[in-house]
């Protein structure tokens, strides 16, 4: 198992480009995560997806979007990068759908994408 | 809301020192608590969890204790490594089903 892939690993964007990051588990979670962390700040959820086909804001979402494609696949999409998008996102999964039934669950992290804006 | 606070780092000791990083929380209810360990250049991963009051969470010689009296999950090591030297943050399930992270404490162990 690879557990949760993330790509690409490093990226570096001209203020008012758009990118997208992918990631991808093969554990068969139900919930997905993406998670941007800046210095001093630990980790701010972004958006979530507790089951294929829904999506839920987070504490930051503005600027991004994202797209649950299907179990596997949870991708962060910037439209317009700003420099204050700069940042480490990481994504993660869990096997529950986000009810109270999940809450002992572990996260599941991947390995980082870390971004720059200029 | 819920919330999590954790002491502010970084932490410097020497190898084979006792460790003590302290994380309080803010919850509604009876919420699970983590601690997450990251290592330089890598994603988080569980060290250990506890999901009711009194619960002790134990793994690779560190232990916390579910202490809803003080609202505590203090995070201890009787001999730290150098291997041990990585950021670690405390968590916590909220009552709206996601995961609050605490700011994080970077951990340095000198041989």
């Known amino acids: 198992n690879a557990g949760v892939t993330q790509t690409p690993k490093f990226q570096v964007l001209k203020t008012g480009q758009s990118m997208t990051l992918q990631c991808a588990q093969d554990m068969n979670h139900n919930s997905m995560y993406w998670y941007r962390q800046d210095p001093g700040m630990g980790l701010r959820l972004i958006y979530y997806s507790a089951s294929e086909g829904t999506t839920d804001k987070g504490e930051v979402p503005n600027g991004y979007n994202v797209s649950r494609l299907n179990k596997r696949e949870f991708s962060l999409r910037l439209e317009s990068a700003a420099p204050s998008q700069t940042s480490v996102y990481f994504c993660?999964?869990?096997?529950?759908?986000?009810?109270?039934?999940?809450?002992?669950?572990?996260?599941?992290f991947g390995p980082g994408t870390r971004l720059t804006v200029l | 809301g819920d919330s999590v606070t954790q002491m502010e780092g970084p932490v410097t000791l020497s190898e084979e020192a006792f460790l003590t990083i302290n994380c309080t929380y803010t919850a509604t209810g009876y919420p699970s608590l983590f601690w997450y360990v990251q290592y330089p250049g890598e994603g988080l991963q569980l060290l250990l969890k506890a999901t009711k009051a009194d619960d002790k969470g134990s793994n690779k010689g560190f232990e916390a204790t579910y202490r809803k009296e003080t609202t505590s999950f203090h995070l201890e090591k009787g001999s730290v490594q150098v291997s041990d030297s990585a950021v670690y943050f405390c968590a916590l399930y909220s009552s709206a089903s996601k995961i609050i992270f605490g700011s994080g404490t970077r951990l340095s162990i000198r041989p």
């Open positions: 993660a999964s869990t096997r529950g759908q986000g009810t109270r039934d999940s809450r002992t669950d572990t996260q599941y």
